[in-house]
């Protein structure tokens, strides 16, 4: 799962200056006040810089960056702090001009071995997708999730290093669907046992909170008093799941 959470971030900053990361071995003879400006160039700035957020809504944000995880974007913009959702974010970008000889490369179309294992990803998914549709009992579910990953964390691997601005993306997003399910199955574990109803509360685990954090619109949609109904919660992240496949069909199709 750390090839997964690691690709979120990855798909954001695959046009930003990674070259600028990368480090140098110290010269002795340069002088010293020369040295930890050498130092601060090598350094990831993400944290503490300024980005410019564009939201799938058409808003334009520009803040600064205070947290980044694989699931939301925590800035400070005009003395006020938010969180966004990686998933509602349309493209981010870092202030700073590129480094000297570098200039950035345009997404082009999906490579032909790209596009023949994501379509191959892709199958595995809509083979859960379809088998939700009549209905899936727990085990089953978990290891088709299982088979699942492990194509998902084999593509990830292979791909993880394109520079390729859309595979980056039809990266992230399958990443994106795979922690949906899982996350859904951890919600159906939940329900086993806590209560009669099939009802769940927002403190029974941190993914009940994140998921409700990162979808906000599911909160109302499976509220059932103050508390929340765990199938129509697990049916909210399948369907958040078929919405980035769909995503990733239709990007990898355009994109050859």
Do not use: C, H
Request: charged share 25%.
């Amino acid at each position: 799962m750390r090839i997964i959470i690691a690709l979120l971030i990855v798909s954001l900053f695959a046009s930003s200056t990674v070259q600028a990361q990368k480090r140098k071995p110290a010269s002795r003879s340069r002088p010293a006040k020369s040295q930890p400006s050498a130092a601060m160039a090598s350094k990831p700035r993400i944290i503490g810089s300024t980005v410019v957020i564009m939201t799938k809504n058409g808003d334009r944000i520009t803040g600064e960056v205070l947290d980044l995880t694989a699931y939301s974007i925590r800035i400070r913009a005009n003395n006020l702090e938010s969180t966004l959702a990686l998933d509602t974010l349309a493209s981010v970008s870092f202030s700073g001009a590129p480094p000297a000889g570098r200039t950035d490369q345009p997404a082009g179309p999906v490579r032909a071995d790209f596009a023949r294992d994501a379509e191959a990803a892709l199958g595995l998914f809509q083979t859960l997708a379809s088998n939700l549709k009549p209905g899936v009992d727990y085990t089953e579910y978990g290891r088709q999730l299982t088979e699942l990953r492990r194509a998902a964390d084999r593509f990830a691997a292979k791909y993880s290093s394109s520079e390729n601005a859309n595979e980056a993306r039809v990266v992230s997003l399958m990443a994106g669907a795979l922690i949906d399910y899982t996350w859904a199955r951890t919600i159906w574990t939940l329900k086993f046992g806590r209560s009669s109803d099939g009802t769940i509360a927002e403190t029974d685990s941190p993914v009940v909170s994140d998921t409700l954090a990162l979808y906000p619109d599911l909160r109302a949609q499976a509220a059932a008093g103050n508390r929340l109904s765990a199938e129509k919660l697990i049916a909210g992240l399948w369907r958040k799941a078929s919405e980035k496949t769909d995503r990733v069909r239709t990007l990898a199709a355009a994109s050859r």
